[in-house]
């Protein structure tokens, strides 16, 4: 069955605002090196982590089967749900896109209006934080 225009499966993707000096806090570089992790681990498209709220983290790769596509950060979000979690303070993405796709921001947005969603380059190069 299609989706309905406008749902989080076929939510357009969020460019990322710059940052300001690339500067991140400790605790969302650590979501950065998870990401990577998680992508390189089996050469994924995507990786994601996200961190809820008692600062428990979840790292995922994108999943694209002939029966099921998944994004890295919808999975993320989709294992800390599964473990109890009802808030997100941040997230982060690791991919070779331009932009966040628009699932996996709709996802994160699901359990917080204001968590961060940092956006990375492969090498781990901060490309930006998507804030709305």
């Known amino acids: 069955m299609p989706e309905p225009a406008g749902s989080p499966a076929t939510a357009p993707p969020r460019a990322h605002t710059p940052t300001a000096g690339g500067e991140l806090t400790a605790e ?7 990401a990577r992790g998680a992508r390189g681990r089996i050469g994924a498209v995507e990786g994601a982590a996200v961190r809820d709220q008692d600062g428990r983290t979840y790292a995922a790769a994108s999943v694209s089967l002939p029966s099921l596509t998944v994004t890295a950060l919808q999975l993320a979000v989709a294992s800390a749900v599964a473990a109890g979690a009802t808030r997100l303070e941040a997230g982060a993405v690791v991919t070779e896109a331009s932009t966040l796709d628009g699932a996996g921001h709709a996802a994160v947005r699901d359990l917080a209006a204001d968590a961060p969603v940092h956006v990375a380059a492969p090498d781990g190069t901060l490309l930006g934080t998507v804030l709305e």
Request: no cysteine; glycine share 0%; net charge neutral.
């Open 28 to 34: 969302d570089a650590k979501l950065l090196v998870l």
